[in-house]
């Protein structure tokens, strides 16, 4: 069979590896507004949580009996766990329990769920080296940043594709990170991407299983290795990212270059950070809101008929399993979503424990969801009606699901889903001490302190 050996087309393409390098290396600690200061705050308060509350799950604790085979050097905290592991490895398992509930953030633009990958690989080589808050903070805009400003350029075409983006990107954020943490000069950084742009990791086929939220995992510790690598002089193509047979070509058919570099240092993506309310995919939110709004309307399950549910064609292509059999195929149903937000008015983590998804009551609800697409309706978006059993209809149009930029959780919300998600493992005492240290990060001397209240 004869091989297509025709080598894709440059298309102009900038020098983008070189321009983001030269931007993570030389950008002023705190060149940005206090808006985007406390979004970074925002944003590794709501990851620490999530990593905290899922380290107990079982893919915690075969990721780390996996990782003892290795016989690391303890380095570096696992959150919510009392010992330590080698930083890699500490990288890799945060990022594994960080998106176990699926109730991390999301960059609504890409649907990439940034400080997974990037704020695991920052945090273990913080701790590792002693570093201050601040550097932690600098480093987690500016790797948040590179990933998804080059989530931006290849989705959604890359998505459609068939990779997971969060993996695929969160590699390069994390050694952007990384690179900055470790003081590396533009050369040295523009390596680090270069390694990382060769480890894209995650395919949306394993969604709902283990294999999801080890995406993120293994993309903070390939961009913390790539960091790693260059920083003792390891090489890489100096256009990995941009040329024809680079990063950006292999993996999508699309290319928008100016993605990558407009509005750099002045527009920061962190910004554009939303945060979950429901521990689901974000498709679903908007279903659980509305939901939710027809509890708070006097809705109750066992006058239910039947539930009418119009989405875009988007929410059941992601989360279309009708009979999911455990909870994490209940994350990708939006028929198990609607039932929770009916029968809990809410849809955290509990609402997906395996026996709530199996409880025959809610199989019963949700076999009463009919689904039908709707395109002209937004993926933001849902158009939900119960039908009783006494023939009344009551019906509620959501446009922007709480949690959205639209409509975003207050800082309040934030620290109550991190004390649900922590106190558990942690207890109250010590989970309020380090809410507060989380919102202090930025004035931290040594984030050790800080990861001191992470272990249990």
């Not at 290396?25 to 999530?50: I, K, Q, Y």
């Not at 987690?140 to 989705?155: F, M």
């Not at 100016?258 to 689901?280: M, V, W």
Request: with cysteine.
């Amino acid at each position: 069979m004869a091989r297509n050996t025709q080598v894709p087309a440059d298309h102009d393409a900038p020098p983008i590896t070189k321009i983001l390098a030269e931007y993570v290396s030389g950008f002023a600690s705190r060149g940005w507004n206090d808006a985007v200061d406390h979004e970074a705050h925002r944003t590794f308060l709501n990851w620490l949580g999530c990593a905290v509350g899922a380290s107990r799950h079982e893919a915690a604790d075969a990721a780390l009996a996996a990782v003892a085979e290795l016989q690391p050097a303890p380095q570096a905290t696992v959150a919510g766990r009392s010992g330590k592991v080698d930083m890699a490895s500490a990288a890799l398992v945060n990022g594994i329990t960080s998106h176990t509930f699926d109730f991390d953030d999301t960059h609504l633009k890409t649907i990439i769920h940034p400080a997974g990958p990037v704020a695991s690989a920052l945090l273990a080589l913080a701790e590792h080296k002693g570093m201050s808050g601040r550097e932690v903070v600098d480093a987690l805009v500016l790797g948040i940043d590179v990933a998804c400003r080059l989530g931006n350029l290849v989705y959604p075409e890359h998505y459609d594709r068939g990779w997971h983006i969060t993996g695929t990107t969160g590699m390069l954020g994390a050694a952007a990170g990384c690179a900055r943490l470790l003081k590396l000069d533009a050369q040295q950084t523009q390596m680090a991407l270069g390694i990382a742009a060769s480890q894209p990791v995650g395919l949306r086929e394993q969604f709902g299983t283990m294999t999801k939220p080890f995406h993120p995992g293994a993309a903070a510790r390939a961009g913390l290795m790539s960091a790693l690598l260059a920083a003792k002089g390891f090489t890489s193509s100096p256009r990995a990212l941009e040329a024809p047979r680079g990063w950006a070509q292999v993996v999508s058919t699309k290319a928008a270059w100016n993605e990558a570099t407009d509005e750099l240092g002045q527009r920061f993506e962190i910004s554009f950070n939303s945060y979950k309310p429901f521990a689901c995919g974000i498709v679903i939110h908007p279903s659980i809101d509305a939901c939710v709004q027809l509890r708070e309307q006097g809705v109750r399950a066992e006058e239910v008929e039947r539930i009418e549910l119009r989405v875009h064609s988007l929410v059941l292509e992601l989360t279309g399993k009708k009979e999911p059999a455990d909870g994490l195929q209940g994350k990708f149903s939006v028929y198990h979503g609607c039932a929770a937000g009916l029968v809990f008015g809410r849809a955290g983590e509990d609402e997906y424990h395996d026996d709530i998804v199996n409880r025959p009551d809610m199989v019963e609800l949700r076999r009463k969801v009919v689904a039908t697409v709707d395109n002209g309706i937004d993926e933001a978006s849902a158009d939900v009606t119960a039908c009783l059993k006494d023939g009344r209809k009551v019906h509620v149009f959501v446009e922007h699901a709480i949690g959205s930029l639209q409509k975003p959780m207050t800082d309040a919300m934030l620290e109550a889903k991190f004390a649900q998600l922590a106190e558990p493992v942690l207890g109250a005492g010590k989970t309020r001490q380090l809410i507060a240290a989380c919102w202090g990060l930025g004035n931290a001397a040594d984030v050790r302190e800080l990861v001191a209240l992470a272990r249990p």
